[in-house]
Protein backbone atom coordinates (compact mmCIF):
# COMPACT_ATOMS: atom_id res chain seq x y z
CA UNK A 1 0.00 0.00 0.00
CA UNK A 2 0.92 3.71 -0.90
CA UNK A 3 1.40 6.51 0.96
CA UNK A 4 -1.54 8.26 -0.71
CA UNK A 5 -3.80 5.14 -0.03
CA UNK A 6 -2.95 5.79 3.46
CA UNK A 7 -3.68 9.47 3.19
CA UNK A 8 -7.11 8.23 2.01
CA UNK A 9 -7.83 6.52 5.21
CA UNK A 10 -7.64 9.45 7.75
CA UNK A 11 -11.03 11.10 6.95
CA UNK A 12 -12.59 8.06 7.83
CA UNK A 13 -9.81 6.62 10.59
CA UNK A 14 -10.45 9.97 12.21
CA UNK A 15 -13.97 9.44 12.70
CA UNK A 16 -14.15 5.90 13.67
CA UNK A 17 -11.55 7.05 16.30
CA UNK A 18 -13.06 9.65 17.95
CA UNK A 19 -16.60 7.14 17.96
CA UNK A 20 -13.74 4.42 19.67
CA UNK A 21 -12.87 7.11 22.28
CA UNK A 22 -16.68 7.38 23.06
CA UNK A 23 -17.01 3.97 23.64
CA UNK A 24 -13.73 3.17 25.60
CA UNK A 25 -14.25 6.04 28.29
CA UNK A 26 -17.09 5.18 30.52
CA UNK A 27 -14.68 2.27 31.66
CA UNK A 28 -12.10 4.58 32.64
CA UNK A 29 -13.11 5.28 35.58
CA UNK A 30 -13.02 8.98 36.86
CA UNK A 31 -13.19 12.06 35.01
CA UNK A 32 -9.35 13.41 34.79
CA UNK A 33 -8.11 9.70 33.29
CA UNK A 34 -11.04 10.37 30.83
CA UNK A 35 -9.92 13.86 30.16
CA UNK A 36 -6.00 12.55 29.83
CA UNK A 37 -7.13 9.93 27.15
CA UNK A 38 -9.25 12.44 25.62
CA UNK A 39 -6.64 14.95 24.70
CA UNK A 40 -4.74 12.51 23.44
CA UNK A 41 -6.88 11.27 21.16
CA UNK A 42 -8.45 14.86 20.14
CA UNK A 43 -4.41 15.53 19.44
CA UNK A 44 -4.16 12.03 17.08
CA UNK A 45 -6.67 13.55 15.18
CA UNK A 46 -5.43 16.64 14.51
CA UNK A 47 -2.29 15.70 13.52
CA UNK A 48 -3.84 13.14 11.13
CA UNK A 49 -5.94 16.42 9.39
CA UNK A 50 -2.79 18.56 9.37
CA UNK A 51 -1.04 15.71 7.63
CA UNK A 52 -4.36 15.30 5.08
CA UNK A 53 -4.53 19.26 4.88
CA UNK A 54 -0.57 19.50 3.89
CA UNK A 55 -1.26 16.97 1.06
CA UNK A 56 -4.45 18.15 -0.51
CA UNK A 57 -3.26 21.60 -0.14
CA UNK A 58 0.31 21.06 -2.42
CA UNK A 59 -1.24 18.76 -4.80
CA UNK A 60 -4.67 20.79 -5.17
CA UNK A 61 -6.66 17.46 -5.03
CA UNK A 62 -9.32 16.42 -3.37
CA UNK A 63 -11.00 12.64 -2.90
CA UNK A 64 -13.72 10.21 -2.37
CA UNK A 65 -13.31 7.73 -0.08
CA UNK A 66 -15.80 4.40 -0.64
CA UNK A 67 -17.10 3.14 2.49
CA UNK A 68 -17.59 -0.52 2.25
CA UNK A 69 -17.73 -2.82 -0.86
CA UNK A 70 -20.44 -0.96 -2.39
CA UNK A 71 -19.17 1.79 -5.45
CA UNK A 72 -20.77 5.23 -5.66
CA UNK A 73 -24.27 5.02 -6.80
CA UNK A 74 -25.64 2.56 -4.33
CA UNK A 75 -23.03 2.60 -1.80
CA UNK A 76 -21.59 5.86 0.72
CA UNK A 77 -18.73 8.02 0.88
CA UNK A 78 -16.72 10.32 2.53
CA UNK A 79 -15.13 13.11 0.97
CA UNK A 80 -11.77 15.27 1.27
CA UNK A 81 -10.81 18.04 0.39
CA UNK A 82 -8.61 21.29 1.60
CA UNK A 83 -11.36 22.78 2.83
CA UNK A 84 -12.71 19.80 5.17
CA UNK A 85 -9.33 18.69 6.04
CA UNK A 86 -8.18 23.03 7.20
CA UNK A 87 -11.99 22.54 9.28
CA UNK A 88 -11.20 19.03 11.12
CA UNK A 89 -7.94 20.49 12.17
CA UNK A 90 -9.36 24.04 13.73
CA UNK A 91 -12.25 21.88 15.41
CA UNK A 92 -9.69 19.24 17.29
CA UNK A 93 -7.19 22.38 17.64
CA UNK A 94 -9.98 24.34 19.56
CA UNK A 95 -11.81 21.44 21.09
CA UNK A 96 -8.45 20.42 22.60
CA UNK A 97 -7.61 23.88 24.30
CA UNK A 98 -11.29 24.09 25.24
CA UNK A 99 -11.06 21.21 27.34
CA UNK A 100 -7.75 21.84 28.61
CA UNK A 101 -8.05 25.38 29.41
CA UNK A 102 -11.74 25.05 30.86
CA UNK A 103 -10.97 21.52 32.95
CA UNK A 104 -11.02 22.67 36.45
CA UNK A 105 -14.46 24.18 35.64
CA UNK A 106 -15.37 20.77 34.44
CA UNK A 107 -14.21 19.41 37.17
CA UNK A 108 -16.14 21.72 39.63
CA UNK A 109 -19.70 22.06 37.43
CA UNK A 110 -20.34 18.79 36.10
CA UNK A 111 -22.30 16.52 38.34
CA UNK A 112 -19.42 14.16 39.90
CA UNK A 113 -19.54 10.61 39.03
CA UNK A 114 -20.26 12.08 35.55
CA UNK A 115 -17.51 13.44 34.08
CA UNK A 116 -16.47 10.48 31.93
CA UNK A 117 -20.06 10.17 30.37
CA UNK A 118 -19.18 13.80 29.86
CA UNK A 119 -16.07 12.98 27.59
CA UNK A 120 -18.17 10.57 25.77
CA UNK A 121 -20.57 13.14 24.34
CA UNK A 122 -17.98 15.11 23.85
CA UNK A 123 -16.34 12.07 21.73
CA UNK A 124 -19.91 11.72 19.72
CA UNK A 125 -19.70 15.33 19.19
CA UNK A 126 -16.60 15.44 17.46
CA UNK A 127 -17.35 12.06 15.65
CA UNK A 128 -20.78 13.74 14.17
CA UNK A 129 -19.18 17.23 13.69
CA UNK A 130 -15.85 15.59 11.52
CA UNK A 131 -18.88 13.53 10.07
CA UNK A 132 -20.77 16.38 8.92
CA UNK A 133 -17.09 18.06 7.74
CA UNK A 134 -16.56 14.82 5.53
CA UNK A 135 -19.52 13.44 4.29
CA UNK A 136 -20.62 12.31 1.02
CA UNK A 137 -24.43 11.24 1.70
CA UNK A 138 -27.16 13.00 2.93
CA UNK A 139 -28.85 10.64 4.83
CA UNK A 140 -25.74 9.96 7.12
CA UNK A 141 -25.34 14.27 7.16
CA UNK A 142 -29.25 13.62 8.95
CA UNK A 143 -28.34 10.80 11.14
CA UNK A 144 -25.33 12.79 12.47
CA UNK A 145 -27.18 15.66 12.72
CA UNK A 146 -29.56 13.82 15.35
CA UNK A 147 -26.23 12.42 17.04
CA UNK A 148 -25.24 15.61 16.91
CA UNK A 149 -28.15 17.18 18.67
CA UNK A 150 -28.44 14.30 21.51
CA UNK A 151 -24.74 14.62 22.65
CA UNK A 152 -24.71 18.17 22.94
CA UNK A 153 -27.76 18.51 24.63
CA UNK A 154 -26.46 16.23 27.12
CA UNK A 155 -23.34 18.14 27.57
CA UNK A 156 -25.50 21.21 28.28
CA UNK A 157 -27.24 19.97 31.11
CA UNK A 158 -24.17 17.98 32.56
CA UNK A 159 -24.28 20.49 35.20
CA UNK A 160 -27.79 18.97 36.70
CA UNK A 161 -29.36 22.40 37.28
CA UNK A 162 -33.17 23.24 37.02
CA UNK A 163 -32.03 26.06 34.82
CA UNK A 164 -29.64 23.83 32.56
CA UNK A 165 -32.31 21.31 31.94
CA UNK A 166 -34.50 23.93 30.88
CA UNK A 167 -32.21 25.35 28.05
CA UNK A 168 -31.72 21.91 27.43
CA UNK A 169 -35.35 21.86 26.69
CA UNK A 170 -34.95 24.95 24.32
CA UNK A 171 -31.68 24.04 22.45
CA UNK A 172 -33.43 20.67 21.74
CA UNK A 173 -36.36 21.67 20.55
CA UNK A 174 -35.38 24.26 17.78
CA UNK A 175 -32.76 21.75 16.69
CA UNK A 176 -35.31 18.93 16.01
CA UNK A 177 -37.32 21.51 14.32
CA UNK A 178 -34.59 22.39 12.11
CA UNK A 179 -34.02 18.17 11.82
CA UNK A 180 -37.46 18.29 10.93
CA UNK A 181 -37.23 20.30 8.22
CA UNK A 182 -33.87 18.69 6.82
CA UNK A 183 -35.74 15.57 7.02
CA UNK A 184 -39.14 15.81 4.89
CA UNK A 185 -35.94 17.97 2.53
CA UNK A 186 -34.02 15.33 1.67
CA UNK A 187 -36.84 12.71 1.21
CA UNK A 188 -38.45 14.92 -1.10
CA UNK A 189 -34.99 15.04 -2.66
CA UNK A 190 -34.66 11.63 -2.90
CA UNK A 191 -38.31 11.27 -4.60
CA UNK A 192 -37.26 13.54 -7.05
CA UNK A 193 -33.68 12.67 -8.22
CA UNK A 194 -33.35 8.71 -6.65
CA UNK A 195 -30.15 9.31 -5.34
CA UNK A 196 -28.82 10.17 -1.79
CA UNK A 197 -24.42 10.64 -2.64
CA UNK A 198 -24.34 14.34 -3.35
CA UNK A 199 -22.77 14.30 -6.63
CA UNK A 200 -25.14 12.42 -8.05
CA UNK A 201 -27.72 14.59 -6.98
CA UNK A 202 -25.90 17.26 -8.29
CA UNK A 203 -25.96 15.56 -11.46
CA UNK A 204 -30.10 14.55 -11.88
CA UNK A 205 -30.33 17.86 -10.44
CA UNK A 206 -28.57 19.76 -13.16
CA UNK A 207 -30.54 17.50 -15.96
CA UNK A 208 -33.82 18.16 -14.18
CA UNK A 209 -33.16 22.04 -14.61
CA UNK A 210 -32.15 21.84 -18.50
CA UNK A 211 -35.51 20.55 -18.69
CA UNK A 212 -37.77 22.56 -16.65
CA UNK A 213 -38.89 19.92 -14.69
CA UNK A 214 -39.68 20.27 -11.05
CA UNK A 215 -38.91 24.00 -10.60
CA UNK A 216 -41.70 24.62 -8.09
CA UNK A 217 -40.56 21.29 -6.09
CA UNK A 218 -37.12 22.53 -6.36
CA UNK A 219 -37.33 25.81 -4.66
CA UNK A 220 -39.69 24.17 -1.62
CA UNK A 221 -36.95 21.60 -1.56
CA UNK A 222 -34.15 23.93 -1.06
CA UNK A 223 -36.10 26.15 1.01
CA UNK A 224 -36.79 23.27 3.66
CA UNK A 225 -33.11 22.15 3.34
CA UNK A 226 -31.35 25.30 3.70
CA UNK A 227 -33.59 26.72 6.11
CA UNK A 228 -33.25 23.50 8.64
CA UNK A 229 -29.77 23.37 8.89
CA UNK A 230 -29.91 27.36 9.64
CA UNK A 231 -32.32 27.07 11.98
CA UNK A 232 -30.00 24.66 13.66
CA UNK A 233 -26.96 26.94 13.44
CA UNK A 234 -28.90 29.47 15.72
CA UNK A 235 -29.21 32.11 12.94
CA UNK A 236 -31.71 35.42 13.56
CA UNK A 237 -34.41 35.04 14.73
CA UNK A 238 -33.89 31.21 16.45
CA UNK A 239 -30.55 32.71 18.25
CA UNK A 240 -32.32 32.82 21.78
CA UNK A 241 -31.99 28.82 22.02
CA UNK A 242 -27.89 29.53 21.62
CA UNK A 243 -27.74 32.67 24.15
CA UNK A 244 -29.80 30.30 26.92
CA UNK A 245 -27.59 27.15 26.14
CA UNK A 246 -24.62 29.99 25.96
CA UNK A 247 -25.17 31.32 29.58
CA UNK A 248 -26.03 28.09 31.75
CA UNK A 249 -22.86 25.68 30.34
CA UNK A 250 -19.79 25.05 31.86
CA UNK A 251 -17.08 27.39 30.23
CA UNK A 252 -15.85 25.02 27.85
CA UNK A 253 -19.01 23.59 26.92
CA UNK A 254 -20.40 27.27 25.43
CA UNK A 255 -16.78 27.60 23.70
CA UNK A 256 -17.39 24.44 21.86
CA UNK A 257 -21.24 25.46 21.23
CA UNK A 258 -20.37 28.47 19.57
CA UNK A 259 -16.73 28.18 18.17
CA UNK A 260 -18.04 24.58 16.84
CA UNK A 261 -21.15 22.68 16.50
CA UNK A 262 -22.32 25.94 15.09
CA UNK A 263 -19.79 25.93 12.55
CA UNK A 264 -20.20 22.61 11.62
CA UNK A 265 -23.90 23.35 9.80
CA UNK A 266 -22.65 25.75 8.70
CA UNK A 267 -20.20 23.81 6.96
CA UNK A 268 -22.94 21.43 5.84
CA UNK A 269 -24.86 24.40 4.25
CA UNK A 270 -21.87 25.54 2.39
CA UNK A 271 -21.76 21.70 1.32
CA UNK A 272 -25.27 21.80 -0.13
CA UNK A 273 -24.44 24.74 -2.09
CA UNK A 274 -21.82 23.94 -3.75
CA UNK A 275 -22.26 19.93 -3.72
CA UNK A 276 -25.71 19.72 -3.98
CA UNK A 277 -27.48 22.29 -5.58
CA UNK A 278 -24.81 24.28 -7.45
CA UNK A 279 -24.37 28.03 -6.54
CA UNK A 280 -25.98 29.24 -9.61
CA UNK A 281 -29.04 27.37 -8.77
CA UNK A 282 -29.39 28.69 -5.09
CA UNK A 283 -28.48 32.59 -6.82
CA UNK A 284 -31.23 32.39 -9.43
CA UNK A 285 -33.82 30.89 -6.82
CA UNK A 286 -33.03 33.96 -4.10
CA UNK A 287 -32.07 31.75 -1.22
CA UNK A 288 -28.86 33.91 -0.60
CA UNK A 289 -30.61 36.99 -0.52
CA UNK A 290 -32.83 35.19 2.52
CA UNK A 291 -29.65 34.16 3.75
CA UNK A 292 -28.23 38.26 3.09
CA UNK A 293 -31.64 39.38 4.97
CA UNK A 294 -31.54 37.16 8.18
CA UNK A 295 -27.28 38.03 8.27
CA UNK A 296 -27.77 41.18 8.65
CA UNK A 297 -30.19 41.51 11.11
CA UNK A 298 -28.65 39.02 13.05
CA UNK A 299 -25.76 41.28 13.17
CA UNK A 300 -27.41 44.22 14.02
CA UNK A 301 -29.98 43.00 16.52
CA UNK A 302 -27.22 40.53 18.09
CA UNK A 303 -25.16 43.50 18.73
CA UNK A 304 -27.81 45.25 20.59
CA UNK A 305 -28.75 42.55 22.37
CA UNK A 306 -25.11 41.98 23.77
CA UNK A 307 -24.92 45.98 24.33
CA UNK A 308 -27.91 46.10 26.62
CA UNK A 309 -26.89 42.88 28.76
CA UNK A 310 -25.51 42.86 31.84
CA UNK A 311 -24.40 39.56 32.65
CA UNK A 312 -20.73 38.70 30.34
CA UNK A 313 -22.01 35.17 29.26
CA UNK A 314 -25.21 36.22 28.16
CA UNK A 315 -23.58 39.32 26.37
CA UNK A 316 -20.70 36.51 24.96
CA UNK A 317 -23.64 34.39 23.50
CA UNK A 318 -25.25 37.85 21.85
CA UNK A 319 -22.07 38.52 20.36
CA UNK A 320 -21.84 35.09 19.15
CA UNK A 321 -25.29 35.73 17.54
CA UNK A 322 -24.15 38.45 15.93
CA UNK A 323 -21.06 37.06 14.56
CA UNK A 324 -22.97 33.75 13.11
CA UNK A 325 -24.83 36.88 11.01
CA UNK A 326 -21.73 37.70 10.03
CA UNK A 327 -21.22 34.24 8.10
CA UNK A 328 -24.58 34.32 7.17
CA UNK A 329 -24.06 37.71 5.62
CA UNK A 330 -21.02 36.09 3.56
CA UNK A 331 -23.09 33.76 2.13
CA UNK A 332 -25.54 35.26 1.34
CA UNK A 333 -23.45 37.69 -1.15
CA UNK A 334 -23.77 34.80 -3.49
CA UNK A 335 -20.32 35.15 -4.85
CA UNK A 336 -16.85 33.04 -4.43
CA UNK A 337 -15.15 35.84 -2.36
CA UNK A 338 -18.22 36.20 -0.23
CA UNK A 339 -17.89 32.81 0.89
CA UNK A 340 -13.80 32.34 1.30
CA UNK A 341 -14.38 35.38 4.07
CA UNK A 342 -17.38 33.41 5.41
CA UNK A 343 -15.20 30.67 5.71
CA UNK A 344 -12.33 31.90 7.15
CA UNK A 345 -14.74 34.12 9.56
CA UNK A 346 -15.50 30.36 10.82
CA UNK A 347 -11.97 29.63 12.01
CA UNK A 348 -11.55 33.19 13.03
CA UNK A 349 -14.56 33.08 15.18
CA UNK A 350 -13.74 29.22 16.61
CA UNK A 351 -10.62 30.57 17.65
CA UNK A 352 -11.96 34.07 19.33
CA UNK A 353 -15.02 32.56 21.16
CA UNK A 354 -14.07 29.36 22.65
CA UNK A 355 -11.31 31.63 24.22
CA UNK A 356 -13.31 34.37 25.21
CA UNK A 357 -15.57 31.75 26.77
CA UNK A 358 -12.73 30.48 28.86
CA UNK A 359 -11.64 33.62 29.58
CA UNK A 360 -15.06 34.58 31.26
CA UNK A 361 -15.17 31.25 33.33
CA UNK A 362 -11.80 32.43 34.65
CA UNK A 363 -12.71 35.98 35.52
CA UNK A 364 -16.05 34.55 36.81
CA UNK A 365 -13.96 32.82 39.42
CA UNK A 366 -11.87 35.56 39.94
CA UNK A 367 -14.86 37.32 41.41
CA UNK A 368 -16.48 35.05 43.33
CA UNK A 369 -18.72 33.34 41.26
CA UNK A 370 -20.28 36.99 39.75
CA UNK A 371 -21.61 37.24 36.62
CA UNK A 372 -22.57 41.03 36.38
CA UNK A 373 -19.90 42.86 34.52
CA UNK A 374 -20.30 45.57 36.96
CA UNK A 375 -19.13 43.02 39.72
CA UNK A 376 -16.24 41.85 37.68
CA UNK A 377 -14.43 44.85 38.48
CA UNK A 378 -10.29 44.26 38.84
CA UNK A 379 -10.41 40.75 37.58
CA UNK A 380 -7.92 41.50 34.79
CA UNK A 381 -5.31 42.01 37.70
CA UNK A 382 -6.63 38.84 39.73
CA UNK A 383 -6.26 36.10 36.83
CA UNK A 384 -3.70 38.64 34.35
CA UNK A 385 -3.99 35.53 31.72
CA UNK A 386 -7.25 35.15 31.44
CA UNK A 387 -7.80 39.41 31.45
CA UNK A 388 -5.45 39.56 28.68
CA UNK A 389 -6.89 36.44 27.07
CA UNK A 390 -10.73 38.55 27.13
CA UNK A 391 -9.17 41.83 26.19
CA UNK A 392 -7.55 40.22 22.73
CA UNK A 393 -10.44 38.20 22.00
CA UNK A 394 -12.54 41.65 22.26
CA UNK A 395 -9.98 43.43 20.08
CA UNK A 396 -10.39 40.60 17.34
CA UNK A 397 -14.27 40.62 17.85
CA UNK A 398 -13.98 44.17 16.96
CA UNK A 399 -11.93 43.70 14.17
CA UNK A 400 -8.55 46.02 15.16
CA UNK A 401 -5.95 44.92 12.46
CA UNK A 402 -3.03 42.23 13.87
CA UNK A 403 -6.13 40.31 14.79
CA UNK A 404 -7.86 37.29 13.08
CA UNK A 405 -11.23 39.29 13.26
CA UNK A 406 -9.61 42.07 11.70
CA UNK A 407 -9.10 39.96 8.54
CA UNK A 408 -12.42 38.45 8.33
CA UNK A 409 -14.01 41.56 8.15
CA UNK A 410 -11.38 42.88 5.89
CA UNK A 411 -12.09 40.24 3.72
CA UNK A 412 -16.05 40.60 3.53
CA UNK A 413 -15.67 44.31 2.70
CA UNK A 414 -13.95 43.31 -0.18
CA UNK A 415 -16.15 40.68 -1.29
CA UNK A 416 -18.70 43.72 -1.49
CA UNK A 417 -16.94 44.73 -4.40
CA UNK A 418 -18.12 41.80 -6.51
CA UNK A 419 -21.80 42.04 -5.43
CA UNK A 420 -22.41 46.45 -6.35
CA UNK A 421 -26.02 45.98 -5.87
CA UNK A 422 -25.94 44.60 -2.08
CA UNK A 423 -22.43 46.73 -1.10
CA UNK A 424 -23.48 50.00 0.18
CA UNK A 425 -25.95 47.82 3.18
CA UNK A 426 -23.43 45.41 3.58
CA UNK A 427 -20.55 48.22 4.42
CA UNK A 428 -22.87 49.72 6.59
CA UNK A 429 -24.30 47.26 8.50
CA UNK A 430 -20.37 46.08 8.98
CA UNK A 431 -19.64 49.46 10.00
CA UNK A 432 -22.38 49.84 12.59
CA UNK A 433 -21.87 46.27 14.07
CA UNK A 434 -18.45 47.00 13.94
CA UNK A 435 -19.22 49.90 15.82
CA UNK A 436 -21.74 48.18 18.23
CA UNK A 437 -19.22 45.43 18.95
CA UNK A 438 -16.81 48.26 19.92
CA UNK A 439 -19.11 49.67 22.26
CA UNK A 440 -19.80 46.70 24.50
CA UNK A 441 -16.55 44.92 24.36
CA UNK A 442 -14.53 47.71 25.51
CA UNK A 443 -16.53 49.07 28.85
CA UNK A 444 -16.36 45.20 29.43
CA UNK A 445 -12.30 45.00 29.08
CA UNK A 446 -12.03 48.89 31.38
CA UNK A 447 -14.13 47.18 34.18
CA UNK A 448 -11.94 43.98 34.12
CA UNK A 449 -8.90 46.04 34.28
CA UNK A 450 -10.02 49.22 36.59
CA UNK A 451 -7.99 49.25 39.72
CA UNK A 452 -9.37 47.68 42.57
CA UNK A 453 -7.52 47.87 46.61
CA UNK A 454 -9.86 45.57 47.97
CA UNK A 455 -8.04 41.81 48.19
CA UNK A 456 -10.39 38.60 47.73
CA UNK A 457 -8.90 35.44 48.92
CA UNK A 458 -9.63 33.84 45.24
CA UNK A 459 -8.29 30.37 43.47
CA UNK A 460 -4.87 31.14 41.97
CA UNK A 461 -5.91 30.20 38.05
CA UNK A 462 -4.87 26.51 36.85
CA UNK A 463 -1.77 26.53 34.67
CA UNK A 464 -4.09 24.50 32.03
CA UNK A 465 -5.99 27.39 31.84
CA UNK A 466 -2.84 29.58 31.38
CA UNK A 467 -0.98 27.71 28.77
CA UNK A 468 -4.22 27.48 27.09
CA UNK A 469 -4.95 31.06 26.16
CA UNK A 470 -1.99 31.28 26.03
CA UNK A 471 -1.60 29.36 22.64
CA UNK A 472 -5.45 30.56 22.07
CA UNK A 473 -3.52 34.61 21.90
CA UNK A 474 -0.67 33.43 19.66
CA UNK A 475 -3.34 31.65 17.36
CA UNK A 476 -5.36 34.65 17.17
CA UNK A 477 -2.01 37.09 16.03
CA UNK A 478 -0.91 34.57 14.15
CA UNK A 479 -3.70 34.36 12.13
CA UNK A 480 -4.28 38.05 11.71
CA UNK A 481 -0.69 38.36 10.28
CA UNK A 482 -0.08 35.04 8.55
CA UNK A 483 -3.60 34.64 6.91
CA UNK A 484 -2.84 34.41 2.84
CA UNK A 485 -1.83 30.45 3.55
CA UNK A 486 -5.01 29.93 5.43
CA UNK A 487 -7.11 32.15 2.96
CA UNK A 488 -4.92 30.12 0.02
CA UNK A 489 -6.10 27.00 1.51
CA UNK A 490 -10.34 27.97 1.99
CA UNK A 491 -9.81 29.28 -1.88
CA UNK A 492 -8.54 26.10 -3.03
CA UNK A 493 -10.69 23.91 -1.42
CA UNK A 494 -13.99 26.25 -2.69
CA UNK A 495 -12.92 25.79 -6.00
CA UNK A 496 -12.42 22.04 -5.48
CA UNK A 497 -15.60 22.08 -3.81
CA UNK A 498 -17.62 23.58 -6.74
CA UNK A 499 -16.05 21.48 -9.36
CA UNK B 1 -56.36 18.09 -7.47
CA UNK B 2 -55.88 15.05 -9.59
CA UNK B 3 -52.21 14.63 -8.91
CA UNK B 4 -53.68 14.59 -5.01
CA UNK B 5 -55.73 12.31 -5.32
CA UNK B 6 -53.21 10.20 -7.06
CA UNK B 7 -50.64 10.39 -4.61
CA UNK B 8 -52.73 10.78 -2.03
CA UNK B 9 -50.41 8.78 0.58
CA UNK B 10 -47.74 11.87 0.14
CA UNK B 11 -50.31 14.27 0.35
CA UNK B 12 -51.42 12.65 3.45
CA UNK B 13 -47.85 12.57 4.53
CA UNK B 14 -47.38 16.21 3.68
CA UNK B 15 -50.44 17.43 6.14
CA UNK B 16 -49.03 14.76 8.86
CA UNK B 17 -45.75 16.62 9.12
CA UNK B 18 -47.45 19.74 8.94
CA UNK B 19 -49.32 19.08 12.39
CA UNK B 20 -46.38 17.41 13.96
CA UNK B 21 -44.06 20.67 13.13
CA UNK B 22 -47.13 22.60 14.58
CA UNK B 23 -47.04 20.82 17.66
CA UNK B 24 -43.93 20.63 18.19
CA UNK B 25 -43.49 24.13 18.03
CA UNK B 26 -46.53 25.41 19.41
CA UNK B 27 -47.98 22.76 21.98
CA UNK B 28 -47.61 23.69 25.58
CA UNK B 29 -47.54 20.85 27.45
CA UNK B 30 -44.18 19.13 26.76
CA UNK B 31 -45.53 15.19 26.10
CA UNK B 32 -47.72 16.60 23.48
CA UNK B 33 -44.59 18.46 22.27
CA UNK B 34 -43.22 15.33 22.11
CA UNK B 35 -46.10 13.39 20.55
CA UNK B 36 -45.71 16.23 17.74
CA UNK B 37 -42.54 15.24 16.99
CA UNK B 38 -43.40 11.52 16.77
CA UNK B 39 -46.21 13.05 13.91
CA UNK B 40 -43.72 14.83 12.02
CA UNK B 41 -41.09 12.20 11.76
CA UNK B 42 -43.38 9.00 11.49
CA UNK B 43 -45.47 11.08 8.40
CA UNK B 44 -41.75 11.58 6.71
CA UNK B 45 -41.45 7.80 7.06
CA UNK B 46 -45.12 7.40 5.46
CA UNK B 47 -43.76 9.54 2.53
CA UNK B 48 -40.74 7.36 1.53
CA UNK B 49 -42.38 3.91 2.03
CA UNK B 50 -45.21 5.42 -0.10
CA UNK B 51 -42.61 6.60 -2.35
CA UNK B 52 -40.32 3.15 -2.28
CA UNK B 53 -43.97 1.08 -3.37
CA UNK B 54 -44.30 0.03 -6.86
CA UNK B 55 -47.66 -1.91 -7.31
CA UNK B 56 -47.69 -5.68 -7.74
CA UNK B 57 -44.33 -5.99 -6.31
CA UNK B 58 -43.02 -8.13 -3.93
CA UNK B 59 -40.46 -7.42 -0.76
CA UNK B 60 -36.72 -7.37 -2.53
CA UNK B 61 -35.90 -11.39 -0.80
CA UNK B 62 -34.70 -13.45 -2.60
CA UNK B 63 -35.60 -17.00 -2.14
CA UNK B 64 -33.32 -19.59 -2.76
CA UNK B 65 -33.82 -21.39 -6.22
CA UNK B 66 -35.67 -18.46 -8.06
CA UNK B 67 -33.97 -16.29 -10.40
CA UNK B 68 -33.49 -12.99 -9.04
CA UNK B 69 -35.08 -10.44 -11.74
CA UNK B 70 -35.20 -6.78 -11.15
CA UNK B 71 -38.52 -5.82 -12.13
CA UNK B 72 -40.31 -8.59 -9.38
CA UNK B 73 -38.91 -6.23 -6.46
CA UNK B 74 -39.66 -2.72 -4.77
CA UNK B 75 -37.28 -0.22 -4.16
CA UNK B 76 -35.53 -1.37 -0.86
CA UNK B 77 -33.09 1.88 -0.90
CA UNK B 78 -36.67 3.85 0.96
CA UNK B 79 -36.87 0.60 3.54
CA UNK B 80 -33.94 1.06 4.57
CA UNK B 81 -34.20 5.03 5.07
CA UNK B 82 -37.36 4.00 7.49
CA UNK B 83 -35.35 1.94 9.50
CA UNK B 84 -32.59 4.21 10.26
CA UNK B 85 -34.80 6.96 10.69
CA UNK B 86 -37.00 4.63 13.42
CA UNK B 87 -34.02 4.28 15.15
CA UNK B 88 -32.99 8.18 15.14
CA UNK B 89 -36.53 9.10 16.21
CA UNK B 90 -36.41 6.27 18.80
CA UNK B 91 -33.37 7.55 20.60
CA UNK B 92 -34.56 11.23 20.18
CA UNK B 93 -37.64 10.39 21.99
CA UNK B 94 -36.06 8.50 24.60
CA UNK B 95 -33.69 11.58 25.46
CA UNK B 96 -36.59 13.92 25.27
CA UNK B 97 -38.61 12.03 27.57
CA UNK B 98 -35.77 11.42 29.47
CA UNK B 99 -35.71 15.51 29.69
CA UNK B 100 -39.12 15.95 30.31
CA UNK B 101 -39.22 13.24 33.56
CA UNK B 102 -36.29 15.05 35.07
CA UNK B 103 -37.71 18.77 34.57
CA UNK B 104 -40.97 17.84 35.82
CA UNK B 105 -39.04 16.41 39.24
CA UNK B 106 -37.63 19.19 39.34
CA UNK B 107 -40.09 22.17 38.80
CA UNK B 108 -43.87 19.15 39.50
CA UNK B 109 -45.14 20.54 36.12
CA UNK B 110 -45.68 19.85 32.62
CA UNK B 111 -46.57 23.51 31.13
CA UNK B 112 -44.06 25.10 29.77
CA UNK B 113 -45.28 28.60 30.68
CA UNK B 114 -45.23 27.29 34.22
CA UNK B 115 -41.54 25.91 33.71
CA UNK B 116 -40.58 29.04 32.54
CA UNK B 117 -42.07 31.23 35.13
CA UNK B 118 -40.69 29.05 38.00
CA UNK B 119 -37.07 28.98 36.32
CA UNK B 120 -37.03 32.97 35.84
CA UNK B 121 -37.89 33.02 39.82
CA UNK B 122 -35.20 30.89 40.58
CA UNK B 123 -32.76 32.74 38.66
CA UNK B 124 -33.43 35.71 40.35
CA UNK B 125 -32.94 33.79 43.70
Same mark, same amino acid.
Given at each position: ??????????????????????????????????????????????????????????????????????????????????????????????????????????????????????????????????????????????????????? +?????????????????????????????????? %??????????????????????????????????????????????????????? =????????????????????????? %?????????????????????????????????????????????????????????? %????? =??????? #????????? #???????????????????????????????????? #????????????????????????????????????????????????????????????????????????????????? /??????????????????????????? =??????????? | ?????????????????????????????????????????????? +???????????????????????????????????????????? /?????????????? @??????????????? @??????
Amino acid at each position: MTAVNYIQNIPFFSIFLAIFGGIVTPVLGNGKTAQKVNLVIVTVIGILSAVLLVHLWQREESFTFMMGRFPAPWGNELRAGPLEALLALCFCLVMALTLTGGSRFLQKDVLPGKQNLYFTMIYLLLGSMLTLIYTNDIFTAYVFLEINTIA +FCAIIMAKGSGESIVATLHYLVICLLGSGLFLIG %ISLLYSITGHLLMENIQQAILDLVQTGEYAFVFAVVIGMIIIGISVKSAVFPFHF =MLVSAHSVATPASSGILSGLVLKSF %IFLNIKMFYCVFTIDLIRSLKITNVLFVFGLMGMVVGSISALKERRIKHMLAYSSAAQ %IGYIY =MGLGLGN #HEGMVAACF #HILAHAITKAMLCICAGGLIEASEGNVGINSLRGAG #HRNLVAGIGFTVGGLSMIGIPLTAGFISKLYFATATIYSPQKMVITLLTLAISMILNAMYFIPSAIAIWSPVDKKAKIPKP /SRAMQYAIGIFIVLNVVLGIYYAPIID =MIEIGIQLLES | MSNLMTNYYEAAAVILFGIGFMNLLLAKNLIKKFIGLNIMDTAVYL +FLAAKGYITARAAPIIAQGTAARVEDYINPVPSGLVLTGIVVSV /SVTAFSLALVQRLY @KHYGSLDLDEIMKKA @KKEEKV
